[in-house]
């Protein structure tokens, strides 16, 4: 079989999902590949656990930004999300390891709230609910195996002898991405020796939409982030070793741990049920460029970032938007894929990208070391950006996604 549209998205992430309704919603044919095959897709369903358990509250959540939550909703996404799962964040406590403190909170921003705890359940569902209604979006499940660039088109060949041919194929798969190998395009890659490990956690006391953090270098860096009802979610990037302790301990123990630090902000933390830990290994992916002939790499297979400031997917959002721009705005003569077109999205992304990495990666290096006189600077910086209001301002308003802060 050979499908033909006007832009092939390969990955069905978040990402991959929300540029296809984008494109679509463009006025673009666009074929969405997914690696399941349907016989994995369906044993996949029967696997699914019990209502009550699905209902649980899922222990990967992402905080979105501004950029993702305007994006969502000019797809209707937004809306179709379950608002009672959603928390917002109010407010957010930075602590260091010596007593440096950075507060930010969305008064002081002068917005009404700083960012949205969405849960990855919510957000796929609402998107996978979109999908069904986006007449120009063709769903394909298959394995792509062969990526073949021509002046007029790209092909993707899959491995059951189907080939689906675009103007432009946009790689949205991944961190370990095989489009961006098929491009032989380059990348740095660097382990940063922690794995996050994420929980729930009930709290004794409410949170009043207050995110926390603390970052040290024996114990890596906590975040506890809000959920509805006085209720947390922990994203703790651990160093490797500890990791692999905390991984062996009880939920209850890794609690105690929790309470011990958060005692004064949120009381005592319990596990909530039914008990689900997950851990993710981290690590940096830089790829040397986010375009090739007729390819644009979106989300993480163009980036991915230590997930100490919540970003890796807000960074994805805001590729999608860029990337859709750049081609609803090129000129008649262009066509999707068009190298000034796939030229200028790079362009706008350079900034944007560049500055998370190199925030992200400098506070992991920085709260990484155990060298004194870093140790007392990295906590006096913290002080005096908390006591600098204009520049804490710009922070709040790049972290929200917005450049005019
Ligand atoms: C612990 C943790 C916490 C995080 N917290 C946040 C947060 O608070 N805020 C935030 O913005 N970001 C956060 N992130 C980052 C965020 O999770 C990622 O940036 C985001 O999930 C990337 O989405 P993606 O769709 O680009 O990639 P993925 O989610 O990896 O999706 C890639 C998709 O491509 C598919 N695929 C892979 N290979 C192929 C192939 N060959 N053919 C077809 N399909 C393929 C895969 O099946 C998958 O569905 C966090 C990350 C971690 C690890």
């Given at each position: 079989?050979?499908?033909?549209?006007?832009?092939?998205?390969?990955g069905?992430?978040?990402?991959?999902?929300?540029?296809?309704?984008?494109?679509?919603?463009?006025?673009?044919?666009?074929?969405?590949?997914?690696?399941?095959?349907?016989?994995?897709?369906?044993?996949?369903?029967?696997?699914?656990?019990?209502?009550?358990?699905?209902?649980?509250?899922?222990?990967?959540?992402?905080?979105?930004?501004?950029?993702a939550?305007?994006?969502?909703?000019?797809?209707?996404?937004?809306?179709?999300?379950?608002?009672?799962r959603?928390?917002?964040?109010?407010?957010?406590?930075?602590?260091?390891?010596?007593?440096?403190?950075?507060?930010?909170?969305?008064?002081?921003?002068?917005?009404?709230?700083?960012?949205?705890?969405?849960?990855?359940?919510?957000?796929?569902?609402?998107?996978?609910?979109?999908?069904?209604?986006a007449?120009?979006?063709?769903?394909?499940?298959?394995?792509?195996?062969?990526?073949?660039i021509?002046?007029?088109?790209?092909?993707?060949?899959?491995?059951?002898?189907?080939?689906?041919s675009?103007?432009?194929?946009?790689?949205?798969?991944?961190?370990?991405?095989?489009?961006?190998?098929?491009?032989?395009?380059d990348?740095?890659?660097?382990p940063?020796?922690?794995?996050?490990?994420?929980?729930?956690?009930?709290?004794?006391?409410?949170?009043?939409?207050?995110?926390?953090?603390?970052f040290?270098?024996?114990?890596?860096?906590?975040?506890?982030?809000?959920?509805?009802?006085?209720?947390?979610?922990?994203?703790w990037?651990?160093?490797?070793?500890?990791?692999?302790?905390?991984?062996?301990?009880?939920?209850?123990?890794?609690?105690?741990?929790l309470?011990?630090?958060?005692?004064?902000?949120?009381?005592?933390?319990?596990?909530?049920?039914?008990?689900?830990?997950?851990?993710?290994?981290?690590?940096?992916?830089?790829?040397?460029?986010?375009?090739?002939?007729?390819?644009?790499?979106?989300?993480?297979?163009?980036?991915?970032?230590?997930?100490?400031?919540?970003?890796?997917?807000n960074?994805?959002?805001?590729?999608?938007?860029?990337?859709?721009?750049?081609?609803?705005?090129?000129?008649?003569?262009?066509?999707?894929?068009?190298?000034?077109?796939?030229?200028?999205?790079?362009?706008?992304r350079?900034?944007?990208?560049?500055?998370?990495?190199?925030?992200?990666?400098?506070?992991?290096?920085?709260?990484?070391?155990?060298f004194?006189?870093?140790?007392?600077?990295?906590?006096?910086?913290?002080?005096?950006?908390?006591?600098?209001?204009?520049?804490?301002?710009?922070?709040?308003?790049?972290?929200?996604?917005?450049?005019?802060?």
């Amino acid at each position: 079989m050979h499908i033909q549209s006007d832009v092939c998205i390969i990955g069905d992430g978040a990402i991959g999902k929300v540029a296809a309704l984008g494109f679509a919603q463009a006025g673009l044919k666009v074929a969405l590949l997914s690696p399941l095959s349907p016989l994995s897709a369906s044993s996949n369903k029967a696997a699914q656990p019990p209502t009550s358990v699905a209902e649980a509250w899922d222990v990967r959540v992402y905080a979105v930004n501004h950029v993702a939550h305007n994006l969502l909703s000019s797809v209707k996404v937004w809306e179709a999300l379950d608002t009672g799962r959603i928390a917002p964040v109010d407010s957010m406590m930075v602590n260091g390891d010596a007593a440096g403190e950075l507060a930010f909170d969305a008064y002081g921003a002068r917005v009404g709230t700083l960012a949205w705890i969405v849960e990855d359940r919510n957000l796929n569902q609402a998107l996978d609910a979109a999908l069904k209604f986006a007449s120009n979006v063709r769903a394909v499940n298959g394995r792509a195996v062969d990526l073949k660039i021509s002046d007029q088109a790209a092909s993707v060949q899959l491995e059951n002898g189907d080939t689906l041919s675009a103007e432009l194929v946009i790689g949205a798969d991944g961190g370990q991405s095989w489009v961006r190998s098929q491009c032989n395009i380059d990348f740095d890659y660097r382990p940063y020796g922690q794995r996050a490990i994420v929980s729930n956690f009930a709290c004794e006391k409410p949170h009043h939409g207050a995110a926390h953090q603390w970052f040290s270098v024996a114990e890596g860096v906590i975040a506890l982030l809000p959920l509805p009802g006085n209720q947390v979610s922990l994203v703790w990037s651990a160093p490797d070793a500890l990791a692999d302790t905390l991984s062996q301990e009880s939920l209850t123990q890794l609690a105690a741990r929790l309470s011990a630090l958060a005692a004064t902000e949120l009381g005592t933390l319990t596990p909530l049920q039914p008990e689900v830990v997950k851990s993710f290994p981290l690590s940096l992916i830089r790829p040397h460029a986010i375009t090739a002939a007729r390819v644009a790499l979106i989300g993480d297979a163009a980036h991915v970032v230590h997930p100490l400031a919540g970003h890796g997917m807000n960074l994805g959002f805001a590729d999608v938007a860029g990337l859709i721009k750049a081609v609803v705005e090129r000129e008649e003569h262009r066509d999707c894929g068009d190298a000034r077109v796939l030229a200028r999205y790079a362009r706008s992304r350079k900034e944007d990208i560049l500055l998370m990495q190199f925030a992200t990666d400098g506070l992991a290096r920085l709260f990484g070391t155990a060298f004194e006189p870093l140790r007392i600077a990295r906590n006096l910086g913290l002080n005096l950006v908390n006591k600098l209001p204009v520049l804490k301002r710009r922070l709040i308003g790049h972290a929200m996604g917005s450049k005019n802060q």
